[in-house]
C-alpha cells in the first residue's frame, strides 16, 4: 500500500465516498429496495436479446430511463432505436406507456392504486453492422457480448450507486462466459449474481459463447487476474506460450507501474470474433476488448491489436478511479464534459503503449515503430492549423466515427495519439528537471495511488493534476499544457521523442508497426510520400492530405482508384510505381472513377517510398529505451 496522493485531504476522500458509495460503502438505514434483472441470451445467435425485470414501484406516476451516455464511450451512444417489445404489467394486467416526447431515452407509466411490483418485458436487438462500441454488432452464431445498459430501466431521480439490481442470467445450452459480477448460485440453466448497484451492472458485462477458456493471470499479484477467451472457433482460443506470460507480465508490470489497484479482482473479457464490432471498454474491475478471431493466432494481427489490453488495463486506474470531473455522473442521464479526455485517454494511449512493450506483448523496436508511426501520422494532419487538440476532446462525441474522408483536415479524436506525444514529454521532463530521480512513474504511483483493492472513484479537476505533477517535478505545467493543449498548434509535439535521445525520419525501409496496421485494416497508407491512403478491399481513396502531391494533382477523397500509369491497380503495382518516378521526370497517373465520372490525376513526386522511423540524435542518454524496457523481468 501506497499513501494517497497528499493533498487528497483526507475530509475529501471521505466526501467522496461520500458522493460514489459503491457497494463496499453503502450502509443504508434501510435496506435499499432491489430490482431484478433477467436477461436471457439463448436466442443471441438470431440476434434478439431478452430482459425482465421486476421493479419494486408505488402508485402514481414513474419516469423511467434508458441509459444514454454510458461510461467510456464519451457520448450519447446508448442503443436506444434496438429497444424493442417494452411491455409493462403489475399483477397480470398490462400498463401502458409513453416516451417523453423531448427525451426518446425517458418513459412514463402510471402505477395503479395497490400496486407494489412492476413487470417490465423488453429485447434489444444487437445489430449486424452499424452502430458504435457497444452499441455494434455483438453476436456471431457462437458468441454474444452483452451489456446491461442495453436491456435495461431504472427510475428516475435517485443515483446509480443507490439502485441496486439483481441480476441473472441464461445462456445458450454448452455456453461459458465470463464477467466481473460474482456468481451467487445456480438454478437449472439460470445463472445468478450478487445484488450489486446500476452503477456496478452497467460496468460489468458479460461474454459469453461455445467456444470459451480461462486463463489465470495472477503470477505475484496479491488478487485474482483473469483473462477470459470466447471465440467463433476453438483454434482461435490457441493462444501462444508466449502471448500468455507477455499478459501475465502485463499484469505485473502494470501494478508495479502505478504500486496498487483499485479492484477486489480483475477479469480481462476477449471475445474473439470477425463478425463483432473491434474496439475496447474500460471498467472498473474489468475491461471489454473485442478482437477478429484469429488475433492470438497469427502473429501480424496480435502485433498490430497488442496494445489493446493494456490500454483498457490502464483505464482501471486512469478513467475508473481517478476521473475528470466532467466525466463523473451519478446518473446516465447527465450530458458528459470531455475536456479531459488529452489525461482520461491521451495518458492512458502513452502508459498503454509503455507497457506494451514493458510486459513484451510488443519489442522495444516494435514499439519504437509504434512511436514513429503516430509522429509521423501527428506530422502530417493539416487540421492541426486550425483546431486545436482542446477541441477534439470537447467535441469527442461528434468526432468518434466521423468518416476517413477529410480526416486529416477535420482532425478526429487525436488527443489518443497525440497524448502518446505530450505524455512522453512529460515523462522525459521530470526525468531531466530531477536529474534522473524521477519519472512519469512516481507521478502514477502518487496520483493514481492509495488503498488497494477497493473500487471507488476520485474525481479530480485540471488544476488538481497540474498540482500533482508539481509535486514530482516543480514546474510551470499549466503553461505546458496550456500552450500544447489548449491553442492551435501547426506543428506536432515531438519534443518528447527528442529529449528520449531519438528524431522522427523518413526512409524507404518498411515501418513494422504500420506494416501490420495496413495489413489487418485492409489499406496501404501512402500519406508520407503521395498523400493518402487507399482501401486494398474496395478500392476506396480514404483520405488525401491537403498540400500533398496527391491533393495538388486534384485527387478526390472518397473516389476509387483504378489504375496506375495505365495499368489496373495493385498495391504492388502503385509502390513499384512511386520507386519508379525517382528515376523520371514524369508524373505517377492514377485513373479514379469520382461517383460515375472516371478522370486521370497527375501526381509529380519523385522522392521515393517514405516510411516513418526514429533514430538516435546526439542526446548522450537513451531515455526512450530506458522508458519501454521492463522494470520487472
Ligand atoms: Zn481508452
Redesign the pocket.
Known amino acids: 500500500m501506497k499513501p494517497m496522493y497528499r493533498s487528497l485531504r483526507i475530509a475529501t476522500i471521505l466526501a467522496m465516498l461520500v458522493a460514489f458509495p459503491f457497494e463496499s460503502a453503502v450502509v443504508a438505514q434501510e435496506p435499499p429496495a432491489v430490482i431484478d434483472i433477467h436477461v436471457d441470451l439463448s436466442d443471441a445467435p438470431r440476434r434478439i436479446f431478452h430482459a425482465r425485470l421486476s421493479m419494486p414501484v408505488q402508485p402514481g406516476s414513474l419516469d423511467l430511463l434508458y441509459p444514454k451516455w454510458l461510461p467510456?464511450e464519451h457520448g450519447p451512444t446508448g442503443p436506444i432505436t434496438d429497444l424493442v417489445g417494452l411491455n409493462f404489467s403489475a399483477d397480470g394486467k398490462t400498463i401502458s406507456w409513453r416516451r417523453d416526447p423531448q427525451e426518446m431515452f425517458a418513459f412514463q407509466v402510471n402505477i395503479p392504486a395497490g400496486v407494489t411490483q412492476l413487470d417490465i418485458k423488453l429485447d434489444y436487438l444487437p445489430p449486424s453492422a452499424s452502430g458504435q462500441f457497444t452499441a455494434g454488432a455483438a453476436t456471431s452464431d457462437r458468441l454474444a457480448v452483452m451489456s446491461w445498459n442495453a436491456l435495461l430501466l431504472y427510475p428516475a431521480g435517485k443515483s446509480a450507486h443507490e439502485i441496486m439490481y439483481r441480476p441473472s442470467l441464461t445462456l445458450p445450452a454448452g455456453w461459458g462466459f465470463g464477467t466481473a459480477l460474482v456468481e451467487s448460485r445456480r438454478e437449472g440453466d439460470e445463472i445468478h449474481f450478487a445484488t450489486v448497484s446500476l452503477a456496478t451492472l452497467v460496468d460489468s458485462p458479460v461474454s459469453a459463447g461455445a467456444h470459451h477458456r480461462v486463463l489465470d493471470l495472477t503470477g505475484k499479484a496479491a488478487v485474482r487476474h483473469r483473462l477470459h477467451l470466447v471465440a467463433d472457433s476453438e483454434e482461435a482460443l490457441d493462444i501462444k506460450p508466449e502471448t500468455e506470460q507477455a499478459f501475465r507480465n502485463l499484469v505485473a508490470e502494470g501494478i508495479a507501474l502505478f504500486g496498487s489497484y483499485h479492484y477486489s479482482k480483475y477479469d480481462f473479457l476477449l471475445t474473439l470474433s470477425d463478425h463483432v464490432q473491434s474496439f475496447?471498454l474500460?471498467h472498473h474491475e474489468s475491461s471489454d476488448n473485442r478482437l477478429p478471431e484469429r488475433t492470438l493466432v497469427e502473429e501480424v494481427r496480435m502485433n498490430s491489436r497488442a496494445g489493446l489490453l493494456p490500454?483498457?488495463f490502464v483505464?482501471s486506474w486512469n478513467?475508473k478511479y481517478r476521473r475528470p470531473e466532467g466525466l463523473t455522473r451519478d446518473n446516465f442521464q447527465t450530458p458528459y464534459q470531455t475536456d479531459l479526455l488529452w489525461v482520461?485517454?491521451g495518458l492512458?494511449?502513452y502508459l498503454g503503449l509503455v507497457l506494451t512493450s514493458r510486459s513484451g506483448l510488443w519489442t522495444p523496436e516494435y514499439a519504437q515503430d509504434a512511436l514513429a508511426r503516430i509522429a509521423a501520422r501527428l506530422s502530417n494532419r493539416p487540421g492541426r492549423t486550425w483546431r486545436p487538440l482542446i477541441d477534439t476532446t470537447r467535441a469527442a462525441q461528434i468526432l468518434f466515427g466521423s468518416p476517413s474522408a477529410g480526416s486529416s483536415w477535420r482532425r478526429g479524436v487525436d488527443f489518443?495519439d497525440e497524448g502518446v506525444l505530450i505524455w512522453l514529454e512529460v515523462d522525459t521532463l521530470i526525468r531531466q528537471l530531477s536529474k534522473g530521480r524521477r519519472s512519469l512513474d512516481d507521478f502514477c504511483r502518487t496520483f493514481f495511488g492509495g488503498e488497494s483493492g477497493l473500487a471507488t472513484v476520485a474525481p479530480y479537476a485540471y488544476a488538481d493534476l497540474v498540482a500533482a505533477l508539481a509535486e514530482v517535478a516543480p514546474h510551470d505545467w499549466k503553461g505546458f499544457f496550456d500552450s500544447r493543449i489548449y491553442s492551435v498548434q501547426a506543428e506536432a509535439p515531438l519534443n518528447g521523442i527528442t529529449n528520449s535521445g531519438w528524431r522522427l525520419v523518413y526512409t524507404g525501409e518498411p515501418n513494422l508497426a504500420q506494416q501490420d496496421r495496413e495489413e489487418t485494416r485492409e489499406l496501404l497508407n501512402l500519406s508520407f510520400s503521395l498523400g493518402f491512403s487507399v482501401s486494398t478491399k474496395d478500392n476506396r481513396v480514404l483520405d488525401v492530405l491537403p498540400g500533398s502531391p496527391a491533393a495538388a494533382g486534384g485527387l478526390p477523397a472518397a473516389s476509387t482508384l483504378v489504375a496506375v500509369n495505365g495499368r489496373r491497380w495493385t498495391p504492388e503495382i502503385l509502390q513499384q510505381a512511386i520507386v519508379d518516378a525517382q528515376q523520371a521526370n514524369e508524373p505517377i497517373r492514377l485513373l479514379v472513377e469520382n461517383a460515375e465520372f472516371f478522370s486521370e490525376v497527375l501526381v509529380d513526386y519523385h522522392a521515393g517510398k517514405r516510411h516513418p522511423h526514429l533514430e538516435r540524435n546526439d542526446r548522450k542518454h537513451d531515455l526512450l529505451s530506458k522508458i519501454l524496457a521492463p522494470r520487472l523481468h
Open positions: 467510456g475496447g474500460e490500454h483498457e483505464h478513467a482520461y485517454e492512458t494511449s489518443y
